[in-house]
Structures are given as structure tokens and as C-alpha cells.
């Protein structure tokens, strides 16, 4: 069994897989070009944004959004201490300070309560507090809208690292869509999965997309003409052709992932040792992870994976407990929700291509674990 099964999904597609790849290789035009266009306008569309600008990873799709709107050194950016390291490190990669907050433990996503707390005692430490970066954690969309209006009403940017959320929804809206720009990833475990790495911005800030294409070519505005400092950080194309042929079968496979994620919840609901991640009304989940909390979270792994069961662990440690998040001078005991879920949750095997089966045997797997 695989955690995520790109072998299957590899095996439906391949054919449209391997044309798109073939047609660029013959094509020579390798940098940019039309299918990276393409697929920029598709998943405009998808999203609901009115900008999207491919770059090379999700983390770039961070740095490249906060340097568009010139966060930098004196700055500083809240963000949650419960999610990939990629997150706080872009806010570092630009000089900027990462200032922390802790998450709600239901939705395992930004707890605005905790943002506000953050926000006005950096405020009294004299902290320019610019920007907030809320992840989607799982798939599920953070609190995106009352982050929103707290950022409109206080003068922040907010960004949200959709890495792990393309597809998913807050009533009609799609994450990527919300708040000053969206940043996704293509890493081939992710919902939309390119066969390398990849990512997109999404925007509807139609001066700051300018920077954002400028700056992933060096802040290249015409030919050899350098207006801004920038990077290489383009959305390679052949990645760009699969990546539209892989979001043709998208819808279908955000459906399938929903029933997969159902299953999950009927078959394990009667164990009430479980805590399923909240999905709040409105919200539509794009599961990217299904994640669980249980006691005794490390034996339960062992137990799984010697019957064949892969699972993860995402994320053991949260940031703030990190070495090279040492100097910011955090404790244990400093969030201590984040710090609770990192001792708790484990991720079961997500994937459109799971079948009733292979989640009955997991779901027994867990039950005898527990004894019931
Ligand atoms: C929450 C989050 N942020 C950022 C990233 C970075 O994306 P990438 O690996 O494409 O650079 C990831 C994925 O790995 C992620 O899960």
C-alpha cells in the first residue's frame, strides 16, 4: 500500500502524460511559453483569481508574493508554528521577523484570537507587523474570512500558503483566491501534483502580479532591463503540460477524495479515542492529508507500518521548537495547542485511488491497535 499512490494515478494518465511531455520536448521551447500560459489562465479561472503567475515551487510561490509586496528587513510576519518549515523560512530568506501564533486545535489552522493576542504585543515591542501568512493546513481552508477583514481593517497583507489546498473552498470562494495573494505547490505529493516541483501564485492585485513575473526572472521588465531584485524562479514547462493535463482529471479526483475522506470518518467514527480535523460548515476540505489525533501516536505508526501501512507524521516538531528558529528565543509551552497536535497527529494514506477495501483493512489495523 502507498501513502500516496502516484503509481495508479501514473498508470490512468499516462498516455496524456507522456504526449504532453513529448510534444514539449519536440517543441525545444523549454523556458516558459505557451503552456505555462495556459495553464496560468486554467487555473486563473479554477481558483477564481484574476492573476496567476507560475513559479518554481510552492516555496517560491511564498517568497516571490512577499517580495512583490516589499517585505523585507524592519518587517515582520505572523504566521503559525503548525506547518512546513517553507513558510516562516521565506519570511527569513527576506530579512523579515517571524512572530508566531498558535493554532485552534479543532481546525489545526490560525486561531484569530491568538493572531490578535500576537499582533498587539508586537505592536508594544515596537514590531512593524506587516503581513500575516496563513497556511491551509491539509487541505482545509484557513479562517480565511474573518483573517481578511482583520487584515483590511488593520492595514496587513495577508497571504495564504495554499501549498496544501488547491481545490478546497470556503463556501463558493476557492483557497488560493482569498486575502492579497495565494501560493501553491505542485510538489507531486500534493493535490495537484507536477513530476518534479513546481508552483503558482494566485493574485487579483494586477500591479503587484507585474513584480511577482518580473521578479521570477531576475526582476527582469524588458529585455536585460532589471527594475526590481529578483530570482530565478520560473515554472518549468514540460511541468507545465503535465500539470494541465493532471488538471483536466482534477475535479474527479477532488470528488473521489471526499468520498475517500467519508469513508475514512464512517469507518472510524465509532472510535472515540479519534479527533477527526474540524471541518467547520462552508467549508469544503481538498484533504491533501487526512489527519488524526490519537493516544499513544508513535506505537500506533509502528503497529500500522508493520502491517504495511505507511503513515506520517506531519509535523513532529513545531516550528517554534525548531533549532534554526532557535535565536527567535521561543520555549516549550509557548503554543501550546501546536505543541499538543505534534504530539498527536498522524496522517493515514490519502489518495483519489484508494479503494473501500485497502480503508477497511487500515480501519481494522487501528481498531485492533486500540483493542475494540
Ligand atoms: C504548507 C506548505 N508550505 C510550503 C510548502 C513548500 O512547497 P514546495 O515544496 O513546493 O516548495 C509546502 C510543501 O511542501 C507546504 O506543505
Redesign the pocket.
Known amino acids: 500500500m502507498r501513502f500516496i499512490d502516484l503509481e495508479r494515478q501514473y498508470a490512468i494518465y499516462k498516455q496524456e502524460i507522456e504526449e504532453a511531455a513529448l510534444r514539449v520536448l519536440r517543441s525545444t521551447r523549454y523556458i516558459l511559453g505557451e503552456d505555462v500560459e495556459a495553464l496560468e489562465r486554467e487555473l486563473a479561472s479554477f481558483v477564481g483569481a484574476k492573476e496567476a503567475i507560475g513559479v518554481s ?6 517568497y516571490v508574493a512577499l517580495k512583490a509586496f516589499d517585505i523585507g528587513p524592519g518587517d515582520a510576519v505572523i504566521t503559525t508554528p503548525f ?2 518549515v ?2 516562516a523560512e521565506v519570511i527569513r530568506r527576506l530579512g523579515a521577523r517571524v512572530v508566531f501564533a498558535d493554532v485552534n486545535e479543532e481546525t489545526m489552522n490560525l486561531d484569530l484570537d491568538e493572531v490578535i493576542k500576537v499582533w498587539e504585543r508586537a505592536r508594544h515591542q515596537g514590531l512593524n507587523i506587516k503581513a500575516i501568512i496563513a ?1 491551509s ?1 491539509f487541505g482545509l481552508p484557513a479562517d480565511l474570512e474573518a483573517l481578511e477583514e482583520f487584515c483590511t481593517q488593520n492595514d496587513l497583507l495577508l497571504i495564504e ?1 495554499a ?2 489546498s488547491l481545490g478546497a473552498a470556503i463556501g463558493t470562494r476557492r483557497s488560493g483566491s482569498f486575502g492579497h495573494a495565494g ?1 501553491v ?3 507531486p505529493a ?1 493535490p495537484l501534483g507536477a513530476c518534479g ?3 503558482m501564485i494566485f493574485t487579483n492585485d494586477k500591479e503587484a502580479a507585474k513584480r511577482m513575473r518580473a521578479i521570477r526572472v531576475h526582476g527582469q521588465t524588458a529585455p536585460y532591463r532589471h527594475e526590481l531584485e529578483g530570482l530565478n524562479a520560473r515554472l518549468d514547462t514540460l511541468q507545465a503540460a503535465i500539470l494541465r493535463v493532471k488538471l483536466r482529471h482534477f475535479p474527479k479526483e477532488l470528488e473521489q477524495r471526499q468520498t475517500v475522506a467519508q469513508r475514512y470518518r464512517d469507518l472510524l467514527q465509532e472510535l472515540h479515542l479519534i479527533r477527526f480535523q474540524h471541518i467547520p460548515p462552508r467549508y469544503f476540505s481538498c484533504y ?1 492529508q487526512f489527519t488524526i489525533r490519537v493516544p499513544q501516536r508513535d506505537e500506533l505508526a509502528r503497529h500500522l507500518n508493520s502491517l504495511g501501512i505507511p503513515t506520517a507524521v506531519y509535523y513532529p516538531c513545531p516550528l517554534h521548537l525548531q533549532p534554526a528558529f532557535a535565536d527567535l528565543g521561543y520555549s516549550p509551552g509557548d503554543f501550546p495547542r501546536a505543541e499538543l497536535l505534534s504530539r498527536e497527529v498522524i496522517s493515514l494514506p490519502m489518495h483519489p485511488f484508494l479503494t473501500l477495501e485497502e480503508q477497511k483493512f487500515i480501519a481494522q489495523s487501528i481498531k485492533g491497535f486500540y483493542e475494540v
Open positions: 515551487s510552492g516555496t517560491d510561490a511564498l506547518t512546513f517553507a513558510t497556511v493546513l500558503d501549498c496544501q501560493a505547490s505542485f510538489f500534493k516541483d513546481g508552483g491533501a
